[in-house]
């Protein structure tokens, strides 16, 4: 199997996994069902054991489901693992009502993760997303506060625009941008990429394969309890063309002897040191396919070709990635 590298998370920072997982699919978040328990333990072992020591979950997880996995799967571990929290986010019944980014309610959600972790402190902590319903300052400096305390060792953001982050780097440093990022996603090149880069900040790319787009697995329609059908991207005739561009992709993994999955994990991967694949599975079955994907190269001529084929703008319809 596949060694995988490391690399320092921000100029100057932790020293993590260049492939990261997801621990999200391991719980049931959007209607789903929670995975075998004992597999995505057994899932998450596996990854340690090769060295991914980037795990990635969030407190609105299954509620606080996806927390106390995790903590289950690292007790004994905890110096093999490196924990990245999401937090604000709030759900009823799995249905999604909002954001609260009060920092009353940021020092409510740490207690509680660190409990159903069971560690003293959070590697990367972050607002899941940010919005105008509290002032970034009040978010962030909260965030300086818990790193003050002893409680969070590093700052994150997540989804959020190239003014925000200026802004909230501005008054703590940012270690990480997590983002959605893939071939078919690749509206943040604009601006949110060269400004994190510019600040010295790494990227955490989720949704590598645009929420199983780029797998070549899809076939038109989707079932229709399908929650993908939410988004215009997975709807009637713009699914038929995007999956028309996606023949393409499958014809070059054969060319090169991987999987649709694989090149879309390896594109992101390509796109710098500072950038980070981070690849949800609940099964460890995945483990081999992912990790492979890390060693497959581009010639210029293919990265040229993706490049083209996959511009920006050019897969129809839009997801929640595009807000």
Same mark, same amino acid.
């Given at each position: 199997?596949?060694?995988?590298?490391?690399?320092?998370?921000? %100029?100057?920072?932790?020293?993590?996994?260049?492939?990261g997982?997801?621990?999200?699919?391991?719980s049931?978040?959007?209607?789903?069902?929670?995975?075998?328990?004992?597999?995505?333990?057994?899932?998450?072992?596996?990854?340690? #054991?090769? !060295?991914?020591? @980037?795990?990635? =979950?969030?407190? @609105?997880? *299954?509620?606080?489901?996806?927390?106390?996995?995790?903590?289950?799967?690292?007790? !004994?571990?905890r $110096?093999?693992? @490196?924990?990245?929290?999401?937090?604000?986010?709030?759900?009823?019944?799995?249905?999604?009502?909002?954001? $609260?980014?009060?920092?009353?309610?940021?020092?409510?959600?740490?207690?509680?993760?660190?409990?159903?972790? *069971?560690?003293?402190?959070? $590697?990367?902590?972050?607002?899941? +997303?940010?919005d105008?319903?509290?002032?970034?300052?009040?978010?962030?400096?909260?965030?300086?506060?818990?790193?003050?305390?002893?409680?969070?060792?590093?700052?994150?953001?997540?989804?959020?625009?190239?003014? %925000?982050?200026?802004?909230?780097? &501005?008054?703590?440093?940012?270690?990480?941008?997590?983002?959605?990022?893939?071939?078919?996603?690749?509206?943040?090149?604009? #601006?949110?990429?060269?400004?994190?880069?510019? /600040?010295?900040?790494?990227?955490?790319?989720?949704?590598?394969?645009?929420?199983g /787009?780029?797998?070549?697995?899809?076939?038109?329609?989707?079932?229709? #309890? #399908?929650?993908?059908?939410?988004? &215009?991207?997975?709807?009637?005739?713009?699914?038929?063309?995007?999956?028309?561009?996606?023949?393409?992709?499958?014809?070059?993994?054969?060319?090169?002897?991987c999987?649709?999955? %694989?090149?879309?994990?390896?594109?992101?991967?390509?796109?710098? &040191?500072?950038?980070?694949?981070?690849? &949800?599975?609940? +099964?460890?079955?995945?483990?081999?396919?992912?990790?492979?994907?890390?060693?497959?190269?581009?010639?210029?001529?293919?990265?040229?070709?993706? $490049?083209?084929?996959?511009?920006?703008?050019? =897969?129809?319809?839009?997801?929640?990635? %595009?807000?």
């Amino acid at each position: 199997m596949t060694t995988i590298t490391k690399i320092n998370l921000g %100029q100057n920072g932790p020293l993590v996994s260049k492939l990261g997982l997801g621990c999200m699919r391991m719980s049931p978040v959007w209607g789903g069902r929670a995975g075998d328990e004992s597999e995505s333990i057994a899932t998450i072992h596996s990854a340690l #054991d090769a !060295g991914i020591n @980037f795990l990635n =979950t969030g407190d @609105f997880y *299954g509620a606080g489901h996806n927390e106390l996995l995790v903590g289950k799967a690292i007790r !004994g571990r905890r $110096d093999n693992a @490196f924990i990245s929290v999401k937090f604000g986010a709030i759900f009823y019944n799995r249905q999604w009502l909002g954001l $609260d980014l009060r920092p009353i309610a940021i020092k409510n959600f740490i207690n509680y993760s660190l409990v159903r972790l *069971g560690i003293d402190t959070i $590697d990367l902590y972050q607002p899941c +997303r940010l919005d105008d319903s509290v002032p970034v300052e009040d978010v962030i400096g909260t965030v300086g506060e818990l790193i003050k305390e002893g409680k969070v060792r590093y700052l994150g953001v997540s989804e959020i625009t190239a003014d %925000q982050l200026r802004k909230a780097h &501005s008054v703590h440093p940012v270690t990480a941008l997590e983002i959605g990022y893939s071939l078919a996603d690749r509206q943040i090149e604009a #601006d949110l990429l060269p400004a994190a880069k510019e /600040l010295g900040i790494g990227v955490v790319a989720f949704a590598n394969t645009a929420e199983g /787009l780029l797998t070549g697995d899809i076939e038109p329609p989707l079932p229709a #309890d #399908d929650y993908r059908l939410h988004f &215009s991207r997975f709807q009637g005739e713009n699914l038929v063309r995007n999956l028309e561009k996606v023949e393409w992709l499958k014809q070059m993994a054969k060319e090169k002897g991987c999987t649709p999955t %694989q090149l879309a994990i390896a594109w992101v991967n390509a796109q710098g &040191s500072h950038i980070m694949p981070l690849v &949800s599975m609940s +099964r460890r079955s995945r483990l081999p396919e992912n990790i492979a994907a890390m060693d497959i190269a581009f010639s210029p001529e293919e990265m040229i070709a993706l $490049d083209t084929h996959f511009a920006p703008g050019a =897969t129809l319809g839009s997801t929640y990635l %595009q807000r």
